[in-house]
């Protein structure tokens, strides 16, 4: 394993992904009570999975979200498409995927810096 393994690349770009998606979360659930409010969706899982099946580092550190205005139906009365249970949902399971490979690469790097210690 070398200091530039694909593995942290891939942990270190989806820890960029997922932190932006869980801020368009956290601003939906912020703007639930406004009128008219559209939810933020964040999209990136496809292009990364291409990117990490290419085991191209170029390819994956260029990997971008794509941040856009649900088309879901209003679900509220003001006018709202943001179903606060989904988002809540939605929230935990990004922020279990950023805390899961924050700790992968914690880990990673432990073990590197072991080996540059010599134990």
Not at 78 to 84: A, F, I, K, R
Request: aromatic share 6%.
């Amino acid at each position: 394993m070398g200091i530039t393994d694909n593995n942290i690349e891939v942990l270190s770009k989806l820890l960029d992904l997922t932190s932006v998606k869980n801020k368009a979360i956290a601003n939906n659930i912020a703007n639930v009570n406004t009128p008219g409010y559209r939810k933020l969706e964040v999209t990136f899982q496809e292009e990364l999975r291409e990117a990490v099946k290419s085991k191209n580092v170029d390819k994956i550190n260029n990997v971008g979200e794509e941040i856009a205005f649900s088309k879901n139906a209003i679900i509220r009365k003001n006018g709202s498409n943001v179903d606060m249970d989904k988002e809540l949902v939605e929230f935990f399971k990004s922020s279990d995927k950023h805390s899961i490979c924050l700790e992968i690469l914690s880990k990673k790097f432990k073990s590197i810096m072991s080996a540059i210690a010599g134990r």
